[in-house]
């Protein structure tokens, strides 16, 4: 019996908020959350350094040029996802190169990725999508071979296995997101995480505006240093990409009671799949039996010869579901990249004189499994605290297939 109301904000984040209240925002009586919040996050994941951000595209901004991506160099993901993987490839004026996806898992194919490696190759970002780790062996020996660096995207996942280890503690750079569907959430927000100590003072000065005393572990400068006129602050260009204090309160509050909000999802995930059962054209993303997936979402695909996608989603929502997500469009079908020279922000002067090939064009055809499965994926809800309106949303599943059989 999973049972019972969980909160999803709990007495710690209030405490740590009233904390944080309590200071007036006063540097001298700051409670010093962001760094509690960091060194508690790094232990939760098992990584030396983690560094907090405003969201979790920023960290992907910050981890690209830690590993030390620049202009005109190419950095392999997958299409299939929320497209801030691709968006935070082309802040870094870099160029992104879409590798194809394995279609029972909807993760980044390792055998496309090393067909789409070049001599301009710097990284790859895979992505936990849905909250399922890809392949990460397969992906670490190809950077390996290729002398790459590997940012993980674990924006949709928090606290899942692979193959025993944590889920952003294997590749070079890892980033999370603590957005408001997330696992678990500041309102906003996002960390980098690392073991490099040099990768962590590259994303610590890159995301705190390039000031020379901040480091790996240090997220802030001193009153002694600002005050001094002779200080010397700006050592690189950096963006203000700190998370604010107050999110930081509010994020090491849920780090308390993570594992509770991860295992609802699970649950959740589980409760809907033992629904769907034997249903022959509802395959749930699999889950390899070496991976614990966090299930952000269940992804579903349909597969039925004749039944709409949206007829379905329209028979659940009537008999009282409370709808499913599709999967969002390729990113390379977005129209950004469809006329990648209008609408790259200015971009695309750089990519133009900086990378061998121009700016690059994405045709039709380029994930081919990818565009197929993006049609059928129906994405459903886990994120219920009240375990009896997640039994009855299984059963508003079972009634709709039931309905369609
Ligand atoms: C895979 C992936 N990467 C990055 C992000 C960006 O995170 P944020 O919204 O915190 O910027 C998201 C979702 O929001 C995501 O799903």
Redo the contacts with the bound molecule.
């Keep these: 019996m999973v049972g019972n109301v969980i909160e999803r904000i709990g007495n710690a984040e209030r405490k740590y908020v009233e904390e944080m209240l309590a200071s007036d925002f006063s540097n001298s009586r700051n409670p010093g959350m962001l760094g509690r919040f960091e060194k508690a996050f790094a232990e939760k994941i098992g990584v030396k350094y983690a560094i907090a951000h405003v ?4 960290t ?1 901004h910050s981890a690209l040029f830690a590993a030390g991506v620049r202009a005109g160099d190419e950095v392999i993901t997958t299409p299939l ?2 497209s ?2 691709a968006l935070s490839i082309l802040q870094a004026d870099a160029v992104p190169v879409f590798a194809d996806v394995v279609e029972d898992t909807l993760q980044i194919d390792p055998a496309s990725i090393e067909r789409s490696i070049t001599p301009h190759t710097k990284a790859i970002m895979p ?1 936990a ?1 849905y909250g399922l780790s890809p392949d990460m062996d397969a992906i670490m020996a190809l950077a390996k071979k290729h002398n790459l660096v590997v940012i993980e ?1 674990a ?2 996942t928090f606290l899942s296995k692979y193959k025993g280890r944590m889920v952003g503690s294997i590749g070079h750079l890892s ?1 999370f ?3 408001a ?2 696992h678990i959430t500041a309102g ?3 960390v980098v995480c690392t073991d490099s100590p040099e990768m962590a003072d590259r994303v610590r000065k890159f995301s705190v505006l390039g000031y020379s005393t901040v480091s790996a572990t240090v997220g802030k400068i001193t009153k002694d240093d600002i005050q001094n006129p002779d200080f010397e602050r700006h050592v690189q260009l950096g963006y203000n990409y700190r998370m604010p204090e107050i999110c930081a309160a509010i994020a090491l509050g849920q780090l308390e009671h993570a594992e509770e909000l991860v295992q609802r999802r699970i649950d959740a995930a589980n409760l809907f799949i033992e629904a769907i059962g034997e249903c022959a054209w509802l395959l749930p993303q699999v889950t390899p039996g070496d991976c614990v997936n966090s299930y952000w979402a269940l992804a579903v695909r349909l597969v039925h010869p004749t039944l709409a996608w949206a007829d379905f989603r329209k028979k659940f929502m009537e008999l009282g579901g409370d709808g499913v997500y599709a999967a969002w469009k390729l990113s390379y079908q977005e129209p950004m990249f469809r006329e990648a020279t209008r609408n790259f922000a200015g971009k695309e002067k750089i990519l133009e004189a900086t990378h061998e090939g121009g700016i690059p064009v994405y045709p039709d055809g380029l994930c081919p499994v990818a565009e197929r499965v993006q049609k059928q994926v129906l994405a459903f809800k886990t994120n219920y605290w009240d375990w009896s309106r997640a039994e009855k949303q299984a059963d508003i599943l079972k009634h709709t297939i039931q309905y369609f059989s």
């Design positions: 969201n979790g595209t920023a992907l996802t929320m801030s993987p992505i999508l995207d924006a949709e980033s997101s603590l957005q569907t997330k906003e927000g996002g």
